[in-house]
């Protein structure tokens, strides 16, 4: 069994809208990922996320703080 340890803090920023940042992570810069990406969202107080939605996939979306 392979063990794979990668920091997000590695990982970078792929896009950032003033204070707003977004990180993604998928097979191509995390080579355990099969199949499933994943994205972490920083947001300023009082901004919102733009809708989107997926013709394809599920999305799991939380609030840390």
Request: proline share 3%; charged share 20%.
């Amino acid at each position: 069994m392979a063990l794979h340890i990668k920091h997000i803090a590695d990982m970078p920023i792929t896009e950032q809208s003033g204070a707003n940042k977004r990180m993604k992570v998928t097979k191509s810069n995390f080579e355990a990922l099969s199949g499933v990406s994943f994205y972490h969202l920083w947001l300023e107080k009082q901004s919102a996320r733009t809708p989107h939605w997926h013709a394809n996939a599920d999305e799991l979306g939380y609030c840390l703080t």
